[in-house]
């Protein structure tokens, strides 16, 4: 019998500067056969502005291409610029997405090996959000803020992470100009008149795909098109902020928006932009490598190689993911033969939990069943043999009930509704 490992509920923590043109040309209008490539197989950059459901997004995409074909990078890491141009020589056909909170300029030379995506948010729902998350996080290692910090005082913070996001944050990130994303920031000429940080912030987005947080239904449809997707990508919403513990007056709504005056404009002209694009978009030709589970025989799965999911939690180290509560949890795949016994390695909330309840589903059909091994919280289900169909199936894993990861932990600040975690997937003759 496999000797599994015991773990706890996860708790949740959580060149030289570009120079602008003196006289910028007007704003060009959509072309989308000029914007657009048909085939495109290079990995998804994502630049992930902070407080643009960023964190909702990067979910999304785990499950979409699997854990293993990621990669983050933070600006932290010593000679980040050299870590990319490594990372390009190296592993770049290995992965399907590199991320994180990285100014364009770090990628600005190198946009040939990767297909640009990013969100944007309303400015000042983005700086609220942030002022939110930073009261309530723990996080030793971040700037965060003390819990009793008025929005004034946030707002006066001169530590530099913290200023770069709370003045224009969106269109520093998308900026090409290293003066704009350093420490001397604080210290330069004020950019909140200056049309050139706009354009080149501008400029950055005709040559990205990009969705708008308020409009995450289309986002997500037009993710589908882009990437030609077989399903559209479920909208998962974690690291969220509750509006109600902090009221804020028209005083420092107008503050917000005197600091914010270029991501202001840029958001506006982007929700043209992106409503244009939503209406030209024509879908790929191709879907996008690697976005649909392709298994072998008698091989076990980790979950963590699995593209093509919906409806999981982040991959832990552990090595599962829980099954999300708010969508159903599914795996598209292609089939290995023309049937199959699956098997499905899980790991239980709590030792008693009915998995032998749970309903697995092929293709909208309910599977017969039954507990092939159990080791504790660790159990084993294995389908009867089921015939595939020779496109994508669709693998629905249906659980009794969730309950709240505070049932097995009273002190854990995990919040979710949990049942079981998935770890392998094998399939057999």
């Known amino acids: 019998m496999t000797a599994w490992p015991t773990p706890l509920v996860r708790k949740l923590a959580e060149p030289p500067p570009a120079t602008a043109s003196p006289s910028p040309e007007p704003l060009r209008a959509v072309r989308p056969e000029a914007n657009y490539a048909g085939n495109d197989d290079r990995p998804i950059l994502f630049l992930h502005i902070p407080k643009t459901a960023g964190t909702s997004f990067l979910l999304m995409l785990q499950n979409l291409f699997g854990e293993s074909r990621m990669m983050r990078l933070t600006m932290d890491e010593p000679r980040i610029d050299q870590r990319v141009e490594t990372l390009i020589r190296t592993r770049l056909q290995s992965l399907a997405c590199i991320n994180g909170h990285v100014p364009f300029r770090v990628f600005a030379h190198h946009m040939e090996h990767f297909r640009g995506f990013t969100l944007l948010r309303n400015p000042v729902a983005r700086v609220l959000s942030l002022y939110r998350f930073l009261r309530r996080r723990k996080d030793p290692s971040a700037f965060n803020i003390a819990a009793d910090t008025s929005l004034d005082a946030f707002l006066d913070d001169r530590r530099p992470d913290l200023f770069l996001q709370t003045n224009n944050g969106m269109c520093r990130m998308l900026s090409n100009n290293e003066r704009l994303t350093n420490d001397d920031a604080l210290n330069s000429s004020p950019i909140d008149n200056d049309p050139s940080v706009l354009d080149d912030a501008l400029e950055t987005l005709y040559r990205f795909d990009f969705g708008l947080v308020e409009q995450m239904e289309q986002t997500r449809q037009l993710v589908c098109k882009l990437w030609n997707l077989p399903f559209i990508p479920d909208e998962v919403v974690v690291n969220t902020t509750d509006e109600a513990d902090s009221p804020i007056t028209s005083a420092q709504l107008l503050r917000i928006v005197e600091m914010n005056k270029l991501d202001i404009a840029l958001y506006e002209r982007a929700a043209g932009l992106f409503h244009e694009r939503m209406l030209y978009r024509v879908a790929s ?31 832990e180290p552990v090595g599962f993911a829980w099954l999300n509560s708010h969508v159903p949890a599914r795996v598209y795949f292609r089939a290995p033969a023309n049937s199959v016994r699956i098997v499905l390695h899980f790991y239980l909330l709590t030792a008693d939990f009915p998995v032998e309840a749970t309903t697995l589903r092929l293709n909208g059909i309910k599977l017969s069943h039954e507990v092939l091994q159990r080791d504790q919280a660790w159990v084993a289900l294995q389908s009867a043999p089921v015939p595939l169909q020779s496109g994508i199936n669709t693998l629905a894993i249906e659980p009794l009930y969730y309950l709240p990861a505070r049932h097995v932990d009273r002190n854990s600040a995990d919040d979710r509704y949990l049942s079981l975690a998935l770890a392998t997937i094998t399939f057999l003759p």
């Open 285 to 315: 030709n191709t879907t996008l490598d690697g976005v649909v589970f392709q298994p072998e025989l008698d091989v076990p799965i980790s979950l963590s190689d699995i593209p093509g999911r919906q409806g999981f939690y982040e991959y």
